[in-house]
């Protein structure tokens, strides 16, 4: 049976930002998905770092700050240990609103990109994208690099205690885990312990754009993220349909047709793929980050900002599990806490 500090249960971004931050603790780490990693929500992502969106709920700006600070120091050592660059591939966001005033500087970036204003209220951030393919191939490397044990295919389907620590049944190959503690990061999936959470399917597609674009677009309605490449991918639809991900043409004509209206040069780009993920959501907009129980965790429920939260949840649970104190106040996320609904119950 393998023995670890600390095992984690599935390996999308969180997982594997929870994995490295503890094994540069010195941490003992094994990290068990029923798939292979980052296939699931972290890799259908958008990768937008929208700390500044309005739809975010305002109890999620302390951690998205946080996060937001801390991501240049969780990149580079991503980087440092997986010799891979993940490269910010956008810098500034132009965000439309359906109320308030367009600011000088967002009309003029406005212009420069041939958008009109289209009854939107616009600012313009300064926030950065990613893509979360190349944030998950460089993490995975480095959790390799620095002998975090990953293992895929590996369904975590009962934990139990035993002694001072817990023993995690798995199914698919390498036997049960016995671990000081465990961190679940099982994304829309429930897990072991049952966690309250569940998936929020989004569609997406990429589009050869003909003509130069170097800003986020994003409305309520529709987004276009810019790879530098391009590429430029747009989403996406919000829609409770279980753990579906098929991906209709209607849903993307329909992206296209709203895509066009905001920046028509997208009529004429091809369509380069399509997909579709599972947003974690849990009924209050927030995360789920902190002990379940003693010596059991959980990092999940990050809804549409996991990519952007990865490095203050990481960072989170390692001050936690270190018993260091945590600079912003956890409690709005705290995994025990009573749920206000903003998302009606799926049924
Ligand atoms: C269409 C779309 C667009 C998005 N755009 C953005 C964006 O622009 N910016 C942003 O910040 N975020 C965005 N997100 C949200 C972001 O993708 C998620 O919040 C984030 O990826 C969640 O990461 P995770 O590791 O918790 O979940 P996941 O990536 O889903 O990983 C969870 C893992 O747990 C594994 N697992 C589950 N149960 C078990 C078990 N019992 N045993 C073993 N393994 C298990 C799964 O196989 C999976 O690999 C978007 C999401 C979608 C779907």
């Known amino acids: 049976m393998q023995q670890v500090d600390v095992a984690v249960v599935g390996a999308g971004v969180i997982g594997l930002a929870v994995a490295l931050e503890l094994r540069s603790r010195g941490l003992s780490v ?37 996060s937001r600070d801390l991501y240049p120091e969780f990149l580079a050592r991503i980087e440092q240990h997986s010799n891979l660059l993940v490269p910010i591939r956008t810098h500034r966001a132009l965000q439309g609103a359906h109320e308030g005033g367009s600011s000088p500087e967002a009309l003029n970036a406005l212009k420069e990109i041939g958008l009109s ?5 616009w600012a313009l951030q300064d926030e950065g994208s990613l893509d979360p393919r190349d944030l998950g191939a460089a993490l995975h490397a ?29 199914v698919g190959g390498g036997g049960d885990i016995f671990a000081g503690r465990v961190v679940l990061c099982t994304g829309s999936w429930a897990g072991p312990r049952n966690l309250p959470v569940f998936p929020r399917k989004g569609q997406m597609m990429a589009v050869e754009m003909g003509v130069p674009l170097d800003t986020v677009v ?74 379940v129980e003693e010596g059991l965790y959980a990092a999940t429920g990050h809804y549409r900002n996991g990519i952007q939260l990865a ?19 956890m409690q709005a996320y705290a995994v025990n806490r009573t749920f206000t609904p903003v998302f009606a119950q799926p049924s």
């Open 142 to 170: 480095a959790c390799t690099h620095t002998d975090v044990s990953i293992r895929s295919h590996c369904t975590v389907d009962t934990l139990a205690r035993e002694g001072a620590g817990w023993r995690l049944h798995t």
């Open 30 to 66: 094994a990290v068990a998905d029923k798939n292979d990693p980052v296939r699931e929500a972290s890799w259908a992502a958008g990768g937008m770092l929208a700390v500044d969106d309005p739809e975010n709920p305002a109890p999620l700006r302390p951690l998205s700050a946080w």
């Open 117 to 121: 204003p289209q009854g939107y209220a």
């Open 311 to 329: 490095a203050a949840t990481a960072r989170a649970i390692g001050l936690q599990l270190t018993g260091e104190s945590l600079p912003i106040d």
């Open 218 to 291: 994003r409305t309520p309605e529709i987004y276009l993220i810019p790879r530098g490449d391009g590429r430029v991918v747009i989403g996406a639809t919000i829609e409770d349909a279980g753990y579906d991900k098929t991906v209709h043409n209607a849903d993307i004509a329909a992206l296209q047709a709203r895509a066009v209206k905001l920046f028509p040069p997208a009529a004429q780009a091809p369509i380069v793929e399509t997909w579709a993920g599972l947003r974690p959501a849990t009924h209050d907009g927030l995360p789920l980050i902190g002990a």
